[in-house]
């Protein structure tokens, strides 16, 4: 008796397993302008480089013969693959069975997916389509009662919270994501969602049930609420955008916190010195400018296009949060954007730094630091926010940061919320538009001087006076003089300023072997 | 096709810098609220005529209100 037989059923069972859920089920999902999971991981990975992980994992049907008739497959897909060479490790639900909501060995394989990640140490991606947990379970059989989870089982939350710390997480909400798939879909570094996506708690019919709304998924989840809800980091025009936008990100970041980013070969000069650093912030105060442009005008240029990739942009708009290039090694940036209330810190803004910079410690990003900041926003919305203890607490984290820091002041660095753009043993550079202090002058004069202003005279006339006196205190030349800053410098001298820092600060940083990163409990 | 534009920040209508009938290019200032001490400037999302404004300089605007209606081309 040989073993022919059985070896030609699993060569069946994988075929039938990658049939996902038939073609009627296949040809629905592609009608919604969808790619199915398969595809998806075809489209993420380098050209034949997925090595899949329990191919066998399904449901079989036989026939009253016995023999396989057919074969459900697992409705999670994972396994190992290669971006641009480098390993990572891809999941993703199978929505064409059963929406994505699990099937029992589906379960088991999404579960892993975090527990593989840790055990091999590789970024991990998830590609996350569908609902959780169903009213009916995940037993074929309606009529069982569920016996549960052994009391003594651990928590799929315990990896899934674990490997934020150990690896790069980057996951996309490719279609509807509701449930435990969204819980997933957010414990990740960095997050995408197409258009077409939603990402909820529960869908319409549990909502109108529950609450009474009566709300459609996109209007309950969709980008216009989560982009700026903070879950999801960036919006991507189509499936191949998300995927592209997957492997960029992590192109700056190490395999695990165990190592240090790769660099790359620069594509562009360590001397780049440009003329329009010199004029880019007005000498009216009241004028705007754009701090990505000075971002931008700073950090590597990559062919035709900036090094720099810009993460949540919608949430906490007046803080600019992403990743970038500085003579070819990775580095993660802020900067305000003053077309936000000044760049005033607002409490979401707080939090989106508070964890931007945790990330940048786990996996040993230096910080460059572009400072116009006015302070914390003021006024009834904010007090209600807790924007002071959602501040303190982002203050909290920058001072307990472990990686080299570069600051460049390019304008306002004013009130408690300024020490939330400077880390420990920070490079300061001060661009001669710098102005520093604990209350813009707009503000502080109108307290500090109230009476003198109200005898007055001339009322406006004192308040400009004493304004524009003020004004010249806050100039950067005393700085320099007394140390307070490392150097003020003609804005073109940034880059090159920047890359002479780097290149020492990495040098005496990776020295130390590369850790993961722990921190105690903050504000 | 119709489009709102929306401030994306609270603040005070500072100054009406177009007129309905106005053809605008995309980025192009519609209106300037100053919102702490500064002067922001809302731009069209893309190029248009410009339908109807819907606030006027001094009115208090909120974030997320619709300030002007474009008919995009």
């Not at chain 1, 080299?404 to 919320?417: D, H």
Request: proline share 6%.
């Amino acid at each position: 008796m040989s073993w022919d037989d059985a070896i030609e059923e699993i060569k069946q069972r994988r075929a039938l397993a990658k049939q996902q859920g038939g073609e009627a089920a296949v040809a629905s999902h592609h009608e919604k302008g969808r790619l199915t999971i398969r595809e998806r991981v075809d489209r993420l990975l380098d050209h034949n480089s997925f090595d899949e992980i329990g191919e066998g994992a399904g449901v079989p049907d036989y026939d009253a013969d016995g023999k396989l008739k057919d074969f459900q497959p697992a409705n999670f897909i994972l396994g190992f693959g290669k971006i641009n060479g480098r390993d990572v490790i891809v999941g993703g639900e199978d929505f064409t069975v059963k929406g994505g909501s699990p099937n029992p060995a589906g379960l088991r394989k999404s579960v892993y997916a975090e527990q593989v990640a840790l055990q091999y140490k590789l970024p991990l991606i998830r590609l996350h389509e569908g609902g959780g947990g169903s009213v009916g379970g995940t037993s074929q059989e309606k009529n069982r009662r569920p016996l549960g989870e052994p009391v003594f089982a651990t928590s799929r939350f315990v990896p899934l919270a674990q490997t934020l710390g150990a690896v790069p997480v980057a996951t996309a909400a490719l279609g509807p994501v509701a449930g435990l798939p969204a819980a997933r879909l957010v414990a990740s570094h960095f997050s995408v969602m197409t258009e077409n996506a939603a990402v909820l708690i529960a869908g319409p019919q549990v909502v109108k049930r529950a609450l009474g709304h009566e709300m459609t998924k996109e209007e309950l989840g969709g980008p216009q609420v989560h982009l700026r809800s903070g879950a999801i980091d960036n919006l991507a025009s189509d499936e191949d955008d998300a995927m592209a936008q997957i492997a960029r990100f992590l192109s700056y970041l190490p395999d695990n916190a165990w190592a240090f980013a790769p660099d790359k070969t620069p594509d562009d000069t360590i001397e780049r010195c440009e003329d329009a650093l010199a004029s880019i912030v007005p000498t009216n105060r009241r004028q705007p400018f754009q701090m990505r442009k000075i971002i931008e005008l700073v950090v590597d240029r990559e062919g035709e296009a900036s090094s720099f990739f810009e993460m949540s942009r919608k949430y906490g708009p007046s803080l600019i949060t992403g990743l970038a290039r500085l003579n070819g090694r990775s580095v993660a940036v802020i900067g305000n954007d003053c077309m936000y209330y000044a760049g005033a810190m607002t409490a979401e803004a707080a939090q989106k730094l508070r964890r931007f910079i945790d990330f940048c410690n786990s996996f040993h990003l230096p910080v460059l630091s572009f400072v116009d900041e006015p302070g914390f926003m003021i006024g009834p919305d904010s007090e209600m926010a807790g924007t002071i203890r959602h501040g303190t607490a982002a203050i909290s984290a920058v001072l307990q940061s472990r990686v080299p820091w570069a600051c460049v002041q390019v304008l306002k660095a004013f009130g408690v919320a300024a020490q939330a753009h400077f880390g420990p043993d920070a490079y300061v550079l001060s661009w001669p538009s710098a102005a520093s202090g604990a209350l813009p002058v707009e503000g502080g004069v109108a307290v500090a001087f109230a009476r003198e202003i109200a005898a007055a005279d001339d009322p406006a006339a004192r308040q400009k006076e004493l304004e524009d006196m003020l004004a010249a205190s806050q100039s950067p030349f005393p700085r320099a003089e007394g140390l307070s800053v490392h150097e003020i410098i003609d804005p073109r001298e940034t880059r090159p300023k920047l890359i002479a820092w780097l290149e020492r600060a990495n040098a005496a940083y990776r020295r130390q072997p590369a850790t993961p990163f722990m921190a105690t409990m903050r504000p | 096709m119709r489009v709102d534009v929306k401030s994306e920040i609270a603040g005070q209508v500072w100054k009406i810098a177009a007129t309905p009938g106005d053809k605008l290019a995309g980025d192009d200032v519609i209106m300037i609220l100053e919102s702490m001490k500064m002067e922001i400037p809302i731009v069209a999302p893309k190029a248009g005529t410009l339908v109807d404004l819907h606030v006027a300089e001094q009115d208090m605007v909120a974030e997320g209100q619709t300030i002007a209606t474009l008919e995009t081309d």
